[in-house]
């Protein structure tokens, strides 16, 4: 099978599922696109917010969007309010697209 790449804008994710690097690992749903941040919320009662860096998205399959997270690492990214841009940019890595923060890979499932 051919992987063929484009990329939408952060907009086009919103209320959509956010997943780890498995499917196992629940991160929510996109609730707010920051500029350096997705910020998910999993639950309905005790909600969990999730503060992810753009930097470890993976790929949105038009459905989910996929973060480079394990689930022992999601614990790093719940907090009840946005984290510093020094915090996030501990997670920017050789090899990102320049534009990670304006748009996002979409690739077949």
């Not at 930097?55 to 459905?63: K, M």
Request: hydrophobic letters at 30%; charged letters at 30%; aromatic letters at 12%.
């Amino acid at each position: 099978m051919t992987d063929i790449t484009n990329f939408v804008d952060w907009n086009e994710v919103k209320g959509k599922e956010a997943r780890g690097v498995t499917k196992d690992v629940d991160l929510g749903e996109v609730q707010e696109i920051g500029k350096h941040y997705i910020l998910t919320q999993k639950g309905h009662v005790d909600l969990e917010k999730f503060y992810i860096p753009k930097y470890l998205a993976e790929r949105y399959d038009g459905h989910v969007l996929y973060f480079n997270v394990t689930e022992g690492q999601k614990i790093e990214f719940k907090h009840p309010a946005p984290p510093t841009y020094e915090e996030y940019a501990r997670y920017r890595v050789a090899g990102l697209p320049e534009d990670i923060e304006t748009r996002v890979r979409v690739s077949e499932a």
